[in-house]
């Protein structure tokens, strides 16, 4: 499927407590097809939208969210481990939920994550860990021609059942009187160049040159 780019994977912790916003425990970024000067906010922005999205997904809930030519696939476990893909929407959901279980499965099995869940309860800042750079940059880079994970899928007979997948829109899971421009406004994700930029486009779409729109 032409263009149909993966831009991240993000592994998030979802507070049970929801006064507290998603950690970042690890991230993956591909962004070689957006403008290297607007890499940066390209970045900021993968971060808000899954900051934002995980914060609004219930446990046991996967989903994917759509804006625009943009589709946040975004999952979180009875632990409350989360993952995030975001990538162009025409990228094929089935195959982007089959990357969130991959993912969900390697770090609820790597030592690093068994060690540690415990402590981030007490957390208040992002982790990055960087022991499972290497992990989340080569699977993204797996899954960049979905057609042939797919065609995989279907011949091993693997095929994750998608019809709980529920599809929405960014306003569908905004909270009563929540507005986007507000999230957007107070969001500490994103930079003060990044803010202004996205007051002054028609949509969060510049931000990256067209090829992805934040949510």
């Given at each position: 499927m032409e263009g149909a780019n993966?831009?991240?994977i993000l592994v998030l912790y979802k507070f049970p407590n929801e006064d507290k916003s998603p950690i970042i425990l690890s991230s993956s970024f591909k962004t070689s097809e957006i403008p290297f000067l607007k890499r940066t906010s390209a970045k900021e922005g993968f971060v808000f939208i899954a900051r934002e999205v995980i914060a609004r997904t219930n446990k046991r809930v996967r989903h994917t969210v759509e804006h625009g030519e943009t589709a946040c696939h975004a999952a979180v476990?009875?632990?409350y481990l989360s993952i995030v893909?975001?990538?162009q929407r025409n990228y094929n959901p089935r195959v982007a939920h089959d990357m969130i279980s991959t993912v969900m499965s390697h770090f609820k099995s790597s030592e690093w994550y068994r060690e540690n869940k415990r402590k981030f309860l007490v957390q208040t800042r992002d982790l990055n860990y960087k022991g499972e750079n290497s992990y989340l940059k080569m699977t993204?880079?797996?899954?960049?021609?979905p057609e042939n994970i797919d065609r995989i899928?279907?011949?091993q007979q693997e095929v994750e059942d998608t019809r709980?997948?529920?599809f929405n829109n960014i306003q569908?899971?905004?909270r009563r009187g929540e507005d986007l421009d507000d999230l957007v406004a107070n969001a500490k994700d994103l930079s003060f160049a990044t803010k202004k930029y996205v007051e002054h486009?028609?949509?969060?779409d510049s931000a990256c040159g067209g090829g992805c729109v934040f949510l």
């Amino acid at each position: 499927m032409e263009g149909a780019n993966l831009f991240a994977i993000l592994v998030l912790y979802k507070f049970p407590n929801e006064d507290k916003s998603p950690i970042i425990l690890s991230s993956s970024f591909k962004t070689s097809e957006i403008p290297f000067l607007k890499r940066t906010s390209a970045k900021e922005g993968f971060v808000f939208i899954a900051r934002e999205v995980i914060a609004r997904t219930n446990k046991r809930v996967r989903h994917t969210v759509e804006h625009g030519e943009t589709a946040c696939h975004a999952a979180v476990s009875s632990d409350y481990l989360s993952i995030v893909v975001i990538s162009q929407r025409n990228y094929n959901p089935r195959v982007a939920h089959d990357m969130i279980s991959t993912v969900m499965s390697h770090f609820k099995s790597s030592e690093w994550y068994r060690e540690n869940k415990r402590k981030f309860l007490v957390q208040t800042r992002d982790l990055n860990y960087k022991g499972e750079n290497s992990y989340l940059k080569m699977t993204l880079a797996k899954y960049q021609e979905p057609e042939n994970i797919d065609r995989i899928m279907l011949l091993q007979q693997e095929v994750e059942d998608t019809r709980d997948i529920v599809f929405n829109n960014i306003q569908q899971i905004l909270r009563r009187g929540e507005d986007l421009d507000d999230l957007v406004a107070n969001a500490k994700d994103l930079s003060f160049a990044t803010k202004k930029y996205v007051e002054h486009s028609n949509d969060l779409d510049s931000a990256c040159g067209g090829g992805c729109v934040f949510l």
